[in-house]
C-alpha cells in the first residue's frame, strides 16, 4: 500500500512555500482556474516519473523571482509504502548562463558545464538534482519506485492525437513496472540517436559502411528488446481495456488495443531480431537518403477500435473520452497486477467533463485505491457523489487551506 503523506514545495511555479499533510483515501484540491490545483498533482507526478507532464522547459518550473535572484526550487514528499516511510526530493538550481565562450563552451557562473545538464532559456538554466532516502538518486532509478497514474482532459490525445502520444503513455506504464525496460528504452534512444549521425555522414561521405553496421547490430539488439518487452504487456493491457471499456459505457460494445509495431514481433526475442535484420536491409537505401532510422520501436502505434472501428477516425468526442478513460484505468489496473502494489491516482480536473453515469463510475473505481487525488474547480460536483468522506483543501493564489 503506498501513499504520499507529505508534500512540500518551495518556490515550484506560483507555490513560494507549501506544507501539506496528507491522509491516504481521498483528498479533493478545488478552486478557480489558475490557482495551482494542477500544479499541486503536477508535482505529486514528479515524485513517480522524474519528470513535468506539461513543462516543455524545466526552467518553468522555477517560480520567476526566485530565478531571478537564484534560489532553488523544491519538490519534497514522504512516502508510505508497507513498512517504510522515506522521501524523494526533486530540487532545482536555477543558474545564469553568460553567452560567453571558453574553448567553444558555454560559461555558467564563470565555470564550463556540460549542455546536457542544463534547461536552456533565456539567460537562465536549472540543474536538477533529487535525492531518495537523502542519497543522490537518478530519474531513471526513481521511476517506479512510487507507482503513479494521472488522469487529465488532454487523454482524449490517446485517441486523437499522434502516434508518439500513445507510445509514451505505454513507455510510461512500462517504465513503472519495469526498471529494466526503461534502461532498454534509453539504450535505444541513444542508439538511434547515434545511428541517424553516421547516416548523414555516409551521405555527406565522411564515414563507412562498416560503422553502420555496428549501429545496425545495436539497434536491432535494443529495438528488439523493447518490442517484445511491449507486445508482452500489450496482451495484459487489452484485457483491462475491454472490462473498464464494457463498465463505462454500459453497450455491448468491445473496446480492443492492438499493438502496431513497425517490426513484426516473431515468436521470440531471437526471431524477432532475425526479422528486424531483414526489415533493415530493405530500407537501408531509403534511409541513406533520408538520413534517419526508418523502423524500430520509435515508429510504432497502437490501435484502438470499438467493434472493429478506427477511434482515432471515426470516434465522437463521447467515445474517445470513454476510451481514453479506460487506458488510464487499464494503466492502474496494470501497475497494481505487475508490481503487487495500488499506484497513487491523480484526476486534474476531468470529473466536469464527464456525465453522471461515467463520473459515478470513474469514482467507484478510482476511490477503491490507496489514495486518490482530485482536482475540480467545482466542489459540489466531488461532493455530490462522495459526501465529507474525503479530505478538502481550497487553493487560491498559490496558497491552501484545509476545509474539511
Same mark, same amino acid.
Given at each position: 500500500?503506498?501513499?504520499?503523506?507529505?508534500?512540500?514545495?518551495?518556490?515550484?511555479?506560483?507555490?513560494?512555500?507549501?506544507?501539506?499533510?496528507?491522509?491516504?483515501?481521498?483528498?479533493?484540491?478545488?478552486?478557480?482556474?489558475?490557482?495551482?490545483? %494542477?500544479?499541486?498533482?503536477? !508535482?505529486?507526478?514528479?515524485?513517480?516519473?522524474?519528470?513535468?507532464?506539461?513543462?516543455?522547459?524545466?526552467?518553468?518550473?522555477?517560480?520567476?523571482? !526566485?530565478?531571478?535572484?537564484?534560489?532553488?526550487?523544491?519538490?519534497? #514528499? !514522504?512516502?508510505?509504502?508497507?513498512?517504510?516511510?522515506?522521501?524523494?526530493?526533486?530540487?532545482?538550481?536555477?543558474?545564469?548562463?553568460?553567452?560567453? +565562450?571558453?574553448?567553444?563552451?558555454?560559461?555558467?557562473?564563470?565555470?564550463?558545464?556540460? %549542455? !546536457?545538464?542544463?534547461?536552456?532559456?533565456?539567460?537562465?538554466?536549472?540543474?536538477?538534482?533529487?535525492?531518495?532516502?537523502?542519497?543522490?538518486?537518478?530519474? %531513471?532509478?526513481?521511476? =517506479?519506485?512510487?507507482?503513479?497514474?494521472?488522469?487529465?482532459?488532454?487523454?482524449?490525445?490517446?485517441?486523437y492525437g499522434s502516434p508518439a502520444i500513445r507510445r509514451r503513455y505505454l513507455d510510461i506504464l512500462l517504465s513503472q513496472s519495469d526498471s529494466n525496460y526503461i534502461k532498454m528504452l534509453q539504450r535505444y534512444r541513444?542508439?538511434?540517436?547515434?545511428?541517424?549521425?553516421?547516416?548523414?555522414?555516409?551521405?555527406?561521405?565522411?564515414?563507412?559502411?562498416?560503422?553502420? @553496421?555496428?549501429?545496425?547490430?545495436?539497434?536491432?539488439?535494443?529495438? +528488439?528488446?523493447?518490442?517484445?518487452?511491449?507486445?508482452?504487456?500489450?496482451?495484459?493491457?487489452?484485457?483491462?481495456?475491454?472490462?473498464?471499456?464494457?463498465?463505462?459505457?454500459?453497450?455491448?460494445?468491445?473496446?480492443?488495443?492492438?499493438?502496431?509495431?513497425?517490426?513484426?514481433?516473431?515468436?521470440?526475442?531471437? @526471431?524477432?531480431?532475425?526479422?528486424?535484420?531483414?526489415?533493415?536491409?530493405?530500407?537501408?537505401?531509403?534511409?541513406?537518403?533520408?538520413?534517419?532510422?526508418?523502423?524500430?520501436?520509435?515508429?510504432?502505434?497502437?490501435?484502438?477500435?470499438?467493434?472493429?472501428?478506427?477511434? =482515432?477516425?471515426?470516434?465522437?468526442?463521447?467515445?474517445?473520452?470513454?476510451?481514453?478513460?479506460?487506458?488510464?484505468?487499464?494503466?492502474?489496473?496494470?501497475? +497494481?497486477?505487475?508490481? #503487487?502494489?495500488?499506484?497513487?491516482?491523480?484526476?486534474?480536473?476531468?470529473?466536469?467533463?464527464? @456525465?453522471?453515469?461515467?463520473?459515478?463510475?470513474?469514482?467507484?473505481?478510482?476511490?477503491?485505491?490507496?489514495?486518490?487525488?482530485?482536482?475540480?474547480?467545482?466542489?459540489?460536483?466531488?461532493?455530490?457523489?462522495?459526501?465529507?468522506?474525503?479530505?478538502?483543501?481550497?487553493?487560491?493564489?498559490?496558497?491552501?487551506?484545509?476545509?474539511?
Amino acid at each position: 500500500m503506498t501513499h504520499i503523506s507529505q508534500l512540500t514545495l518551495s518556490n515550484f511555479r506560483n507555490f513560494v512555500h507549501l506544507d501539506l499533510q496528507l491522509k491516504s483515501g481521498v483528498c479533493v484540491f478545488f478552486g478557480g482556474n489558475a490557482q495551482g490545483k %494542477t500544479t499541486i498533482l503536477e !508535482a505529486m507526478y514528479l515524485l513517480a516519473i522524474a519528470r513535468s507532464f506539461r513543462a516543455e522547459n524545466e526552467r518553468e518550473l522555477v517560480n520567476f523571482k !526566485a530565478a531571478a535572484v537564484g534560489e532553488q526550487a523544491l519538490v519534497s #514528499g !514522504a512516502i508510505e509504502k508497507k513498512d517504510e516511510r522515506f522521501s524523494v526530493y526533486v530540487g532545482y538550481q536555477p543558474q545564469l548562463k553568460h553567452r560567453e +565562450s571558453n574553448n567553444g563552451k558555454s560559461t555558467v557562473n564563470g565555470s564550463l558545464a556540460e %549542455t !546536457a545538464s542544463f534547461v536552456d532559456n533565456s539567460n537562465v538554466s536549472v540543474r536538477k538534482q533529487i535525492r531518495v532516502r537523502r542519497k543522490p538518486c537518478t530519474g %531513471t532509478e526513481l521511476v =517506479g519506485l512510487v507507482g503513479a497514474v494521472l488522469f487529465s482532459a488532454d487523454d482524449i490525445e490517446l485517441v486523437y492525437g499522434s502516434p508518439a502520444i500513445r507510445r509514451r503513455y505505454l513507455d510510461i506504464l512500462l517504465s513503472q513496472s519495469d526498471s529494466n525496460y526503461i534502461k532498454m528504452l534509453q539504450r535505444y534512444r541513444r542508439v538511434v540517436q547515434q545511428r541517424n549521425q553516421v547516416l548523414k555522414a555516409l551521405k555527406e561521405r565522411r564515414a563507412n559502411l562498416d560503422e553502420l @553496421d555496428f549501429w545496425d547490430d545495436q539497434l536491432i539488439k535494443e529495438g +528488439s528488446g523493447v518490442i517484445w518487452r511491449r507486445n508482452d504487456a500489450m496482451g495484459r493491457l487489452a484485457i483491462f481495456a475491454t472490462e473498464h471499456y464494457k463498465n463505462l459505457s454500459d453497450l455491448n460494445q468491445i473496446l480492443a488495443i492492438t499493438y502496431l509495431p513497425s517490426i513484426p514481433c516473431g515468436s521470440d526475442i531471437g @526471431d524477432t531480431e532475425y526479422i528486424f535484420k531483414n526489415r533493415l536491409h530493405e530500407v537501408k537505401a531509403r534511409e541513406l537518403a533520408q538520413c534517419s532510422t526508418a523502423i524500430g520501436p520509435h515508429r510504432d502505434d497502437v490501435a484502438l477500435t470499438v467493434d472493429q472501428r478506427d477511434m =482515432g477516425v471515426f470516434a465522437s468526442r463521447g467515445e474517445a473520452r470513454s476510451v481514453a478513460l479506460s487506458l488510464r484505468l487499464s494503466e492502474a489496473s496494470y501497475l +497494481s497486477s505487475a508490481k #503487487g502494489e495500488e499506484p497513487i491516482i491523480l484526476l486534474d480536473d476531468v470529473l466536469s467533463e464527464m @456525465d453522471m453515469q461515467r463520473r459515478i463510475r470513474v469514482l467507484q473505481k478510482i476511490t477503491a485505491y490507496e489514495q486518490a487525488i482530485i482536482t475540480t474547480t467545482d466542489q459540489d460536483v466531488v461532493e455530490l457523489h462522495l459526501g465529507s468522506g474525503p479530505d478538502y483543501f481550497h487553493v487560491l493564489d498559490g496558497s491552501v487551506n484545509n476545509v474539511t
